[in-house]
């Protein structure tokens, strides 16, 4: 469904979305454009901002990086007002097409409304159903769009009490920012699988995805929005509902060891020292001699430095990674294809020649980078080559908004840790445990009965019931191409 635009990274898991919504500040659209290019790392396929100035919404959304679309004067110019909403997007419900792009915007009974969101909705077929038996047209092929016609047909009560039923009426993982002509909305599902946190901005409020975003506009950090919370930011401040019944939290545990930027802090740790943690739990559970720690860059490098640490073994960048590649490299042909690992990761052969290397990366998706990695440094003289990974086995496929591929192609799927080995050709491999994992997060053992986290790529255990799999998406106009 996705376009890749760089082939190399198909091998790693992907984060659907981050979202943005201010409320209550002068240039509110230029500061959500900053925000957004600190979320970029969560969805990197299209970019949107609705904007409210007291009169009228207005609206930009494109396909691309958020610096490809909002650079330029005119299009801040043209989004005026102290209100506002964004998004970025990694799709994994509906089409890479520019009616797909959110946030959605919809004139309902009591005016404008307008929708980013950041999961999945496991129930979403069912419900679009639903609603096209009862009249519903779609616009898009969304999961989000769901939301706003449940909310359409809904004949009474108050913009909150009809995105309340609208939401008693779906199930998975959402972190949704809203918007009318008189608030901001922001609400957690009652698991709180996604983040979503809220900070003071100037006279005003932020919600964002995470708090990189509180940095580059220069928010304060004021808490992070409770699982099952829902707030409205408007003139007189900011209100809290708890309009769900409560529920386990089940915070994505992956938003540790891969999602979140480093620099922030969710659900109160720091992800950066989450991910040492891990490696240091790595290291103690899975030692090996070695003469030197290596980092599978960018996001194998916190982990790699806590390993190094607590294995006494000297961390040094023996894989250096082009950040320059970005998305200029389309559709290469199966020669280059084979080459491409070595544009965006080359060896240092001065830190690898003739040593003992430890590698260590955040997972093992379809096995194909690590693989290439591996010869990578092999051609380059490493004497031995022991893979260190600071996930467990990633052995399903996650419902909750992070693209991953179908379960028969996860590695972890189909083969057991030694054969695993064999395929990516390394002396040794191990993984962290889930209850190394769960130690690393400050739990002595993961709770088999009412776990601490979501973990469902590790353990097949899913927090919500995924009512979608049973029936299959809805028949799709499917349009490759649209213009604004
Ligand atoms: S299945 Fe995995 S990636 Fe998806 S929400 Fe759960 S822990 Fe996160």
Known sequence: MSIRTNPFDDDKLKEECGVVGIYGVDQAAARTVLALHALQHRGQEAAGIVVFDGRQFNAHRALGH????????SVIARLKGFAAVGHVRYSTTGETVLRNVQP?????????????????????????????RRGSLFQSTTDTEVITHLMATQLRGSVIDRLIHALQQVEGAYSLVAMTGDMVIGVRDPLGVRPLVLGKLGDGHIL??????????????????????????????????????????????FEYIYFARPDSVVEGSSVYEARKRIGAE???????AADVVIPVPDSGVPAAIGFAAEARIPFELGIIRNHYVGRTFIEPTDHIRHLGVKLKHNANRAMIEGRRIVLIDD?????TTSRKIVEMVRSVGAREVHMRI???PTTHSCFYGIDTPERSQLLAAKNDVQAMAQIIGVDSLAFITIDGLYRAMGHSARDSRH?????A????????????QGVGPPAQLSLLAETA
């Open 451 to 455: 776990p601490q986290f979501c973990d």
């Open 282 to 288: 790595l290291a103690r559970e899975f030692p090996v």
């Open 104 to 132: 959605l915007f919809a004139d309902l009974e009591f005016g404008g409304f307008a929708i980013g969101h950041n999961g999945n909705l496991t129930n979403a077929y069912a419900l679009h159903r639903d609603l096209v």
């Open 457 to 468: 790529c590790f353990t097949g255990e899913y927090p919500t019931s995924l009512t979608d």
């Open 390 to 392: 600071s996930s467990p």
């Open 66 to 73: 958020v610096a490809d679309n909002f650079s330029s004067e």
């Open 208 to 253: 964002t995805s995470e708090t990189c975003a509180l940095d580059i506009v220069g928010a304060e950090y004021l808490r992070d929005i409770e699982p099952g919370e829902l707030v409205v930011l408007d003139r007189s401040g900011v209100h809290s509902l708890r309009p769900f019944p409560s529920a386990p939290h089940r915070f994505c545990v």
């Open 363 to 367: 997972s093992i998706v379809r096995g």
